[in-house]
């Protein structure tokens, strides 16, 4: 079950259409009124969340969301203006797995909402992980790049495997500096940029699989490099 908070009754019957043609079950609500009372009869597998709502707006229902442990993991996809980089770097410090930038395609959403789900299905912890030409061994702590082995520092090393175990998902560098560097983030970036790129450097022709997400900060997708 996917809940869709659209308050714009043609888009949101235009993404319920293409969701149950999909083979999704899907439900649609104009606010946060009917969305809460249902969520208190059936919790959806994720979220379709616009931040624009009459009432209480999608920016508050996620930290409500993101707040209890009924619901926190829930997967959510925010709904953000075009150009609102605040928007969408908000969404993501607060916790949503994704964003769509209004106004996308209906092909465009299946795909993140896809993508998301199999980030987000729970499952055992993979020894390998491989990505393109990448492989990590977890257990060894090793990685090589098209089977030649590729020296790196342990930031370096947890910078990848994050984005290796979250293929598709952008992070924040302030996200990225609190689950790597064990801090909250209270000013400079910098040093994230600098790691990335020396990251991308090492890793050669597979480097450019780590892309830069504008305003917003990293993720990192299968190229077929």
């Known amino acids: 079950m996917i809940y869709c908070v659209e308050d714009d009754q043609s888009i949101r019957d235009l993404m319920l259409y293409t969701l149950n ?3 999704f079950s899907a439900n649609g609500f104009p606010d946060s009124v009917p969305f809460w009372a ?6 959806p597998e994720l979220i379709l969340l616009d931040i624009m709502l009459p009432g209480e707006d999608g920016i508050a229902i996620l930290k409500e969301l993101k707040a209890s442990p009924l619901t926190r993991n829930i ?3 925010m709904a953000t203006a075009k150009d609102s980089e605040y928007d969408k770097v908000i ?3 607060l916790g949503a797995d994704d964003y769509l930038a209004k106004p996308f395609g209906m092909m465009e959403m299946i795909s993140r909402i896809k993508a998301v789900l199999r980030r987000t299905t729970p499952k055992e912890d993979a020894p390998v ?9 977890t257990v060894k702590h090793q990685v090589s790049v098209h089977d030649q082995p590729v020296t790196l520092t342990l930031k370096e090393y947890e910078l990848l495997r994050t984005f290796m175990e979250n293929l598709g998902k952008a992070f924040t560098r302030e996200q990225l500096l609190s689950s790597i560097w064990g801090i909250d983030f209270v000013g400079e970036t910098r040093t994230v940029d600098v790691h990335i790129g020396t990251l ?3 890793l ?6 780590i892309t830069t997400v504008r305003g917003v900060g990293y993720r990192m997708e299968d190229t077929g490099e």
């Open 21 to 23: 043609t999909a083979g």
């Open 38 to 43: 249902a969520m208190k009869q059936e919790t």
């Open 75 to 77: 997967p959510v996809i």
């Open 91 to 93: 969404g993501l410090d």
């Open 129 to 137: 992980l491989m990505c393109g030409g990448i492989t990590l061994n």
């Open 200 to 202: 991308r450097t090492k």
């Open 204 to 209: 050669g022709s597979c480097g450019g699989m």
